[in-house]
């Protein structure tokens, strides 16, 4: 289920734009026709280089192991558009909703995903149409199921070497 990325690729050379001037763009020439496919492959491939960039960024302020946390948050004035807020701490977070969790080897210089926690209305409808979840869809329903159950909140404390006292009577939803 984690997967591991080696921080050691090539920085890219990406041309940053505001969100204002592509939406300012699209507004006067209409959308663009790309398919969801190639969009998609660009949103990834610049999500990537975002989070090799704050590993590579974040690896001198901390020895050993760290964890970079991406947040992702909705434009209030642009309902379209989320942005994704890149940063690092040395102890793993709480897990919470539009998050998404690694974990960064200073050693090995690879980074771990933990998991990925989708918006609050996004978790339930996972968890209310469960068995209609799509299969490419299975992975993050697991992550939001061990979101519900307190299971990420447990290995958060297990990364940090916090003592768990586990509470069976709470749901974490």
Not at 25 to 33: C, L
Not at 80 to 92: D, G, L, T
Not at 151 to 157: D, G, P, R
Request: aromatic content about 12%.
């Amino acid at each position: 289920m984690n997967q591991v990325y080696s921080a050691k690729a090539a920085k890219a050379k990406v041309s940053k734009r505001t969100v204002g001037q592509e939406a300012l763009e699209i507004f006067k020439t209409g959308p663009q026709e790309s398919s969801p496919v190639a969009l998609q492959q660009e949103m990834t491939r610049e999500y990537y280089q975002n989070l090799v960039d704050c590993a590579l960024n974040s690896r001198k302020s901390f020895k050993g192991k760290f964890f970079i946390i991406v947040i992702t948050k909705n434009e209030r004035l642009l309902p379209n558009v989320f942005r994704n807020y890149f940063f690092a701490r040395r102890s793993c977070p709480t897990p919470d909703y539009d998050q998404s969790v690694f974990r960064y080897n200073n050693l090995s210089e690879e980074i771990e995903y933990l998991w990925t926690i989708p918006s609050q209305d996004a978790c339930y409808h996972l968890l209310n149409n469960i068995n209609q979840v799509h299969r490419d869809e299975h992975e993050l329903l697991s992550y939001v199921v061990d979101f519900k159950k307190g299971k990420l909140f447990t290995l958060a404390k297990k990364l940090n070497g916090e003592k768990d006292t586990p509470d069976t009577t709470k749901e974490y939803m």
